[in-house]
């Protein structure tokens, strides 16, 4: 299944009603990792993966969630959704659900389908793209406007609350806010935003070293402990240091002794990586896209070797992609330890990028990867 009007006809056979069909994508990150929980800056685009959420009331009170890309079918009586996660995943509607009535948006009777193509562990948020198409159907369905931001932070508060993962709001806010042909440098602080258009001249090209990796799992977590830990030492000598968006490379000079030497370097990424963000949003902006490349560089260097967040395959990847014809910048993009790079690539030259890179790859460390060309795409909207 590919686009809405299957996934329509495949819930109108199911249910027995017309639905609504709406989008949400998954997302690729061009530089700022693990900024958005230090309140710093971020730059995603939107890709063409999406999930789709295809949604009608129904009068019998109860919440039916259909998972297309499962085969499975969950069904809940509405006024008495579940309290806790279960650890399937229907945890990811259900939580956004429970966060919407919890804000007075009263969850009526429903038959909600999902699919998706967003490739699962993969650091290209498809938890966010399921989340995100949940909220904007359900907002749908119930003919209320929630704002692109306040929407993303409700989907991250269902993620946080109710999925039990840690993440920040980036993932959430591109798939709601995402614009074509454009990146989004994001200011996780006050959630204000500006797009950066992405040249015509230029291809997104994402490699997937195969490594899954999840934010659920341990070391997300580890790394955000580190720089809140980062973040408490600098703070008891400058207490306006309320995250580390806030601190500079000289606090750390100063005090950076105090703190153990992981966490201190977690930390010294955070900082120069904020910086990093806002000067390729700039330069993207004027259209430089040499600096661009470099500052992505620079960023995998530091998320690989100071935040310790890489591993040897993506290293690999990053590493390929210097000697192939085409590239301006390459870095593992996401949560890290796994997942995908970003190349940024000139057009003419991206297949044949791609196709060396896959090349390399497979004999550097026998995976096949999966190679996918990708168009920076529209935010969370109705298709049907
Ligand atoms: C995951 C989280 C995001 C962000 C990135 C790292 O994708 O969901 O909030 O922290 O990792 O930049």
């Given at each position: 299944?590919?686009?809405?009007?299957?996934?329509?006809?495949?819930?109108?056979?199911?249910?027995?009603?017309?639905?609504?069909?709406?989008?949400?994508?998954?997302?690729?990150?061009l530089i700022g990792?693990?900024t958005?929980?230090?309140?710093g800056f971020v730059m995603?685009?939107?890709?063409?993966?999406?999930?789709?959420?295809?949604?009608?009331?129904?009068?019998?009170?109860?919440?039916?969630?259909?998972?297309?890309?499962?085969?499975?079918?969950?069904?809940?009586?509405?006024?008495?959704?579940?309290?806790?996660?279960?650890?399937?995943?229907?945890?990811?509607?259900?939580?956004?659900?429970?966060?919407?009535?919890?804000?007075?948006?009263?969850?009526?009777?429903?038959?909600?389908?999902?699919?998706?193509?967003?490739?699962?562990?993969?650091?290209?948020?498809?938890?966010?793209?399921?989340?995100?198409?949940?909220?904007?159907?359900?907002?749908?369905?119930?003919?209320?406007?929630?704002?692109?931001?306040?929407?993303?932070?409700?989907?991250?508060?269902?993620?946080?609350?109710?999925?039990?993962?840690?993440?920040?709001?980036?993932?959430?806010?591109?798939?709601?806010?995402?614009?074509?042909?454009?990146a989004?440098l994001?200011?996780?602080?006050?959630?204000?935003?500006r797009?950066a258009?992405?040249?015509?001249?230029?291809?997104?090209?994402?490699?997937?070293?195969?490594?899954?990796?999840?934010?659920?799992?341990?070391?997300?977590?580890?790394?955000?402990?580190?720089?809140?830990?980062?973040?408490?030492?600098?703070?008891?000598?400058?207490?306006?240091?309320?995250?580390?968006?806030?601190?500079?490379?000289?606090?750390?000079?100063?005090?950076?002794?105090?703190?153990?030497?992981?966490?201190?370097?977690?930390?010294?990424?955070?900082i120069t990586e904020n910086t990093r963000t806002v000067e390729a949003a700039e330069a993207l902006l004027r259209?430089d896209l040499s600096t661009v490349g470099r500052l992505m560089q620079e960023a995998?260097?530091s998320?690989?070797?100071?935040?310790?967040?890489?591993?040897?395959?993506?290293?690999?990847?990053?590493?390929?992609?210097?000697?192939?014809?085409?590239?301006?910048g390459?870095?593992?993009?996401?949560?890290?330890?796994?997942?995908?790079?970003?190349?940024?690539?000139?057009?003419?030259?991206?297949?044949?990028?791609?196709?060396?890179?896959?090349?390399?790859?497979?004999?550097?460390?026998?995976?096949?990867?999966?190679?996918?060309?990708?168009?920076?795409?529209?935010?969370?909207?109705?298709?049907?």
């Amino acid at each position: 299944m590919k686009d809405a009007t299957t996934l329509a006809r495949a819930h109108e056979d199911r249910f027995a009603a017309r639905p609504q069909v709406y989008a949400a994508p998954g997302r690729v990150n061009l530089i700022g990792e693990h900024t958005d929980y230090a309140e710093g800056f971020v730059m995603p685009v939107a890709i063409d993966f999406a999930t789709l959420g295809a949604i009608s009331g129904r009068e019998d009170g109860r919440v039916v969630v259909y998972a297309e890309n499962f085969g499975e079918e969950r069904s809940f009586d509405a006024d008495a959704l579940p309290t806790a996660r279960s650890g399937d995943w229907s945890d990811y509607p259900l939580g956004v659900m429970r966060v919407l009535a919890g804000e007075g948006y009263a969850i009526p009777g429903l038959s909600l389908s999902l699919w998706g193509d967003v490739p699962l562990g993969s650091g290209l948020s498809s938890s966010a793209s399921v989340e995100v198409a949940t909220a904007t159907a359900i907002a749908g369905l119930l003919g209320v406007a929630i704002a692109g931001p306040r929407l993303a932070r409700l989907c991250q508060r269902a993620e946080n609350e109710f999925v039990g993962a840690n993440c920040g709001i980036m993932d959430q806010f591109i798939s709601a806010n995402g614009a074509a042909d454009h990146a989004l440098l994001l200011d996780c602080r006050d959630l204000s935003y500006r797009l950066a258009p992405i040249p015509e001249t230029v291809s997104l090209v994402i490699a997937n070293t195969m490594v899954k990796h999840s934010i659920a799992g341990g070391e997300y977590g580890t790394r955000r402990a580190e720089v809140e830990l980062a973040c408490r030492i600098l703070a008891s000598h400058r207490p306006e240091i309320r995250f580390l968006r806030d601190a500079t490379v000289s606090d750390l000079g100063r005090w950076g002794e105090e703190i153990p030497l992981a966490a201190r370097k977690r930390a010294r990424h955070i900082i120069t990586e904020n910086t990093r963000t806002v000067e390729a949003a700039e330069a993207l902006l004027r259209n430089d896209l040499s600096t661009v490349g470099r500052l992505m560089q620079e960023a995998h260097a530091s998320y690989s070797q100071d935040f310790e967040a890489s591993c040897a395959e993506a290293d690999t990847m990053v590493e390929l992609a210097q000697e192939i014809p085409g590239l301006i910048g390459a870095r593992l993009t996401g949560g890290g330890f796994g997942g995908c790079t970003v190349n940024l690539v000139e057009k003419s030259l991206a297949r044949e990028f791609a196709a060396r890179l896959a090349e390399g790859y497979r004999s550097a460390t026998g995976i096949r990867a999966e190679m996918h060309l990708c168009r920076a795409s529209e935010g969370a909207h109705r298709v049907l």
